[in-house]
């Protein structure tokens, strides 16, 4: 209608689209005022899977479809609103010209931009949280495509430009995970001293140990590894020792372990924003609930492995609530949604043992790369091993230590190491981050 309808009457022609735009006021969707029926998106490749588009041929999709009636005018902020405009008005030839509502998002533009150019020629995610409120700051997906000129050959793209990894991506966490069974560890009570031989742990049933990486390292070099011997959680973490784990996990047991699973909604979809028109929301993951005798399943689980896998997503969310003492909210990108509590995968005294944890792999572990001056970064890094080629890297972290206000999950594809892949982006957007909020709050002073 808005393309090809040259009636004076056309009702598409009298819409005037409301705009997409970032919480600093910066336009991420915009009708071309040059181009009849487009819109423009002038961050392009960096907003293209969370803002998505909205094409006469191609159809809508992202926030332009989930929000659609609200950005054409036809509704206000909210789900019942549309109930008070008749779809005859609507259709009405007679309907007078109708201005859009704006929609206000949660997200920093120009951090997304900067994040879309550290993953420049990577496959992979990057979300960010704020802990305190759930709003999200970061959703990025890599490789991405141009919404401004829309290509129908990207279906077939080898890359799967298209494929939103931020939200559908589902990977094993590796590492990572150990956060979940730290915390899981302190909530049971088990002795967190636990030792970890050369030989590595047995899981009840398992013909075959959990090793830790370090043994290969020794193999490979004709040497004889001889185990870490008793560690404590601090240690454990920093050398992210899977021997400790996959029996740390073993001892809290099976029941222990499915109820988390559930408190950490890894096996539901996550609506980041719902509109009348439809729903931006992630894939499910996967935590299998687990029967009595599966001990030597549970040990995999217990170091990321396994049938585990997650979306980037989730990650955040889960060390959001780390974060923020336990406490999850649920992620949101509109400013005007209302913050929504997701209760308590941890208690409050076991995610401070975890951030402690956390604190101490930064300081001493495999995360010493991330530790920048003055922000007392929390992180763990992660190699999450992929049956259909190289290793993942991952690194989830967040700043500062006391009252965060940043949570951030990264994962790149078949990139090994997280400290070496994963670890640096996040450091660059840590960085980042601190200087904007910087410079922002040297504004409101002059202000």
């Not at 217990?302 to 060390?319: F, K, Y």
């Not at 992620?331 to 956390?358: C, H, N, T, W």
């Given at each position: 209608?808005?393309?090809?309808?040259?009636?004076?009457?056309?009702?598409?022609?009298?819409?005037?689209?409301?705009?997409?735009?970032?919480?600093?006021?910066?336009?991420?969707?915009?009708?071309?005022?040059?181009?009849?029926?487009?819109?423009?998106?002038?961050?392009?490749?960096?907003?293209?899977?969370?803002?998505?588009?909205?094409?006469?041929?191609?159809?809508?999709?992202?926030?332009?479809?989930?929000?659609?009636?609200?950005?054409?005018?036809?509704?206000d902020d909210d789900e019942n609103a549309f109930k008070k405009v008749s779809s005859a008005a609507i259709q009405s030839t007679r309907?007078?010209?109708?201005?859009?509502?704006?929609?206000?998002?949660?997200?920093?533009?120009?951090?997304?931009?900067?994040?879309?150019?550290?993953?420049?020629?990577?496959?992979?995610?990057?979300?960010?949280?704020?802990?305190?409120?759930?709003?999200?700051?970061?959703?990025?997906?890599?490789?991405?495509?141009?919404?401004?000129?829309?290509?129908?050959?990207?279906?077939?793209?080898?890359?799967?430009?298209?494929?939103?990894?931020?939200?559908?991506?589902?990977?094993?966490?590796?590492?990572?995970?150990?956060?979940?069974?730290?915390?899981?560890?302190?909530?049971?009570?088990?002795?967190?001293?636990?030792?970890?031989p050369a030989g590595g742990y047995y899981a009840p049933g398992s013909r075959r140990p959990i090793r830790?990486?370090?043994?290969?390292?020794?193999?490979?070099?004709?040497?004889?590894?001889?185990?870490?011997?008793?560690?404590?959680?601090?240690?454990?973490?920093?050398?992210?020792?899977?021997?400790?784990?996959?029996?740390?996990?073993?001892?809290?047991?099976?029941?222990?372990?499915?109820?988390?699973?559930?408190?950490?909604?890894?096996?539901?979809?996550?609506?980041?924003?719902?509109?009348?028109?439809?729903?931006?929301?992630?894939?499910?993951?996967?935590?299998?609930?687990?029967?009595?005798?599966?001990?030597?399943?549970?040990?995999?689980?217990?170091?990321?492995?396994?049938?585990?896998?997650?979306?980037?997503?989730?990650?955040?969310?889960?060390?959001?609530?780390?974060?923020?003492?336990?406490?999850?909210?649920?992620?949101?990108?509109?400013?005007?949604?209302?913050?929504?509590?997701?209760?308590?995968?941890?208690?409050?005294?076991?995610?401070?043992?975890?951030?402690?944890?956390?604190?101490?792999?930064?300081?001493?572990?495999?995360?010493?790369?991330?530790?920048?001056?003055?922000?007392?970064?929390?992180?763990?890094?992660?190699?999450?091993?992929?049956?259909?080629?190289?290793?993942?890297?991952?690194?989830?972290?967040?700043?500062?230590?006391?009252?965060?206000?940043?949570?951030?999950?990264?994962?790149?594809?078949?990139?090994?190491?997280?400290?070496?892949?994963?670890?640096?982006?996040?450091?660059?957007?840590?960085?980042?981050?601190?200087?904007?909020?910087?410079?922002?709050?040297?504004?409101?002073?002059?202000?």
């Amino acid at each position: 209608m808005e393309r090809h309808n040259p009636r004076s009457d056309n009702v598409a022609g009298k819409l005037v689209r409301g705009s997409i735009i970032d919480s600093i006021g910066n336009i991420l969707a915009e009708t071309d005022p040059a181009a009849k029926g487009l819109r423009y998106y002038p961050y392009g490749e960096a907003t293209a899977h969370v803002v998505g588009f909205r094409h006469p041929e191609e159809g809508l999709t992202g926030l332009e479809n989930a929000a659609d009636i609200l950005l054409s005018g036809y509704a206000d902020d909210d789900e019942n609103a549309f109930k008070k405009v008749s779809s005859a008005a609507i259709q009405s030839t007679r309907y007078t010209r109708h201005v859009g509502t704006n929609l206000v998002l949660t997200l920093d533009a120009e951090l997304q931009l900067y994040a879309h150019s550290l993953m420049e020629g990577r496959k992979g995610a990057i979300v960010a949280i704020d802990p305190r409120d759930g709003a999200i700051r970061i959703l990025l997906s890599s490789p991405a495509f141009d919404p401004n000129k829309f290509d129908r050959l990207l279906n077939i793209d080898p890359q799967s430009p298209l494929l939103n990894r931020a939200l559908h991506g589902r990977y094993p966490p590796g590492s990572t995970f150990k956060m979940a069974i730290a915390g899981l560890a302190v909530e049971c009570g088990i002795g967190l001293n636990i030792m970890c031989p050369a030989g590595g742990y047995y899981a009840p049933g398992s013909r075959r140990p959990i090793r830790d990486h370090e043994y290969y390292s020794f193999e490979k070099r004709g040497q004889k590894w001889h185990g870490f011997g008793v560690l404590d959680l601090n240690t454990a973490f920093a050398k992210s020792s899977n021997t400790y784990f996959a029996n740390a996990g073993v001892q809290c047991g099976i029941t222990s372990f499915n109820a988390m699973a559930e408190r950490l909604r890894f096996n539901s979809r996550i609506p980041v924003y719902q509109g009348i028109n439809g729903v931006v929301s992630s894939q499910v993951g996967n935590i299998p609930k687990l029967g009595g005798g599966e001990r030597r399943e549970l040990s995999q689980l217990s170091i990321g492995q396994g049938r585990l896998t997650t979306t980037p997503l989730h990650m955040a969310m889960m060390v959001a609530a780390i974060a923020n003492n336990g406490q999850m909210f649920k992620p949101r990108i509109a400013e005007s949604d209302p913050v929504v509590d997701y209760g308590m995968p941890f208690s409050r005294s076991a995610s401070l043992r975890v951030k402690q944890a956390m604190r101490h792999a930064i300081k001493t572990g495999t995360g010493r790369k991330a530790d920048i001056p003055g922000l007392d970064v929390c992180g763990k890094t992660g190699t999450a091993q992929n049956p259909g080629g190289e290793d993942h890297s991952w690194f989830v972290c967040f700043a500062p230590h006391e009252n965060p206000t940043i949570a951030i999950a990264v994962i790149i594809e078949n990139a090994g190491y997280g400290s070496a892949s994963a670890l640096p982006v996040a450091v660059s957007l840590l960085r980042e981050n601190a200087a904007n909020e910087a410079y922002r709050a040297q504004q409101e002073d002059k202000q």
